[in-house]
């Protein structure tokens, strides 16, 4: 039984002691107000009208279950009024502070056409924790290793001038004996200032005889990519990025490393469902490729027949 309606149609009839009145301004067709006060007479165990030929009386039943009738269809509007309110609330979104202005225009309006509303919030990844620990974000696309991203971005060293190779090695930066001048460094932005990247390109560098000063960390991107311009530095970043900034990308041929990213929600809830309907929508943002949906198994071929000796 459809206890709200039922409620409604006892509730617009008794107040109009009327059923003709009282199903009309509930919306309903006589017949159908009847059908649902008697299923929810039958409910509640009393009939809740004293049935006349002439004229439509609450019972006492009834006069004390109105209240309680009216509330709950308070509470059943309230909820239906939040329901589409929450249906409306723009998702605020913490998005990585690299992200161009065109990309994260076309995050809103691609996301838009699927029915979600976004409002982003740009931030490093120390700062998107942040945003999301103290709740002034919905949701925040954090900085998370690869083997837990649902998506990455090869990473590599970019420069103002074409390497001449294929792959890039750190070893090929170490300085030579006698060397005077500065050492060519490999510069850290924010957005890779990051235990999972920063670690591991360190034991790269130890690894590779480098100084530890060829490891260095910028504090914004501008910072990074002039360092990049100006000189024979290398910017940690990937492809995309090298393109926006002019520079010559090459993945590094010591070991890969990669940006991962994993949508995250405030509230701990599961964030699986928008995450799913994003998911392409994200990945052109950021520039990562989403992942392939595995083909099917060719059918295996039926082995030839053996011809009789």
């Known amino acids: 039984m459809d206890l709200v309606g039922a409620c409604r149609a006892f509730v617009s009839v008794g107040t109009r002691e009327s059923f003709t ?5 509930a919306g309903l067709s006589q017949p159908v107000a009847s059908r649902r006060i008697a299923a929810l ?18 019972s006492a039943f009834g006069r004390d279950l109105l209240p309680a009738a009216r509330r709950l269809l308070e509470a059943a509007d309230a ?43 740009p931030a490093e990844p120390a700062g998107r924790t942040e945003l999301l620990r103290t709740q002034q974000v919905r949701a925040a696309l954090q900085a998370v290793p690869p083997d837990e991203a649902a998506w990455t ?33 490999i510069w850290l932005q924010p957005e890779d200032d990051v235990p999972h990247v920063r670690n591991p390109l360190t034991r790269l560098r130890d690894a590779a005889g480098l100084l530890p000063a060829q ?17 024979g ?19 590094l041929g010591d070991h890969p490393l990669a940006r991962g990213y994993a949508l995250t929600t405030a509230d701990h809830s599961n964030p699986q469902s928008l995450q799913t309907r994003l998911y392409d929508v994200i990945a052109r943002c950021l520039g990562a490729t989403p992942a392939p949906v595995p083909a099917p198994a060719p059918a295996s071929a039926p082995a030839p027949a053996q011809e009789p000796a």
């Open 21 to 25: 009145v009282g199903a009309a301004a």
């Open 41 to 58: 007479e039958k409910h509640l165990g009393q009939p809740l009208f004293e049935r006349a030929a002439r004229r439509t009386e609450l």
């Open 79 to 121: 909820l239906e009024h939040e329901a589409r309110t929450a249906g409306l609330r723009p998702w605020r979104l913490a998005v990585p502070a690299t992200l161009p202005t065109l990309a994260l225009a076309r995050l809103v309006t691609e996301a838009r056409a699927l029915g979600i509303t976004l409002e982003v919030h």
């Open 153 to 185: 971005l090869p990473l590599g060293l970019a420069g103002h001038h074409d390497p001449g190779v294929r792959r890039v090695h750190l070893d090929a930066l170490r300085p030579g004996r006698g060397s005077t001048g500065t050492p060519r460094r």
């Open 215 to 231: 490891l260095a960390a910028a504090p914004d991107l501008a910072t990074a990519a002039a360092e990049a311009l100006d000189s």
């Open 233 to 251: 530095d290398l910017l940690l970043c990937s492809p995309v990025q090298a393109g926006e900034l002019g520079l010559d990308w090459r993945p």
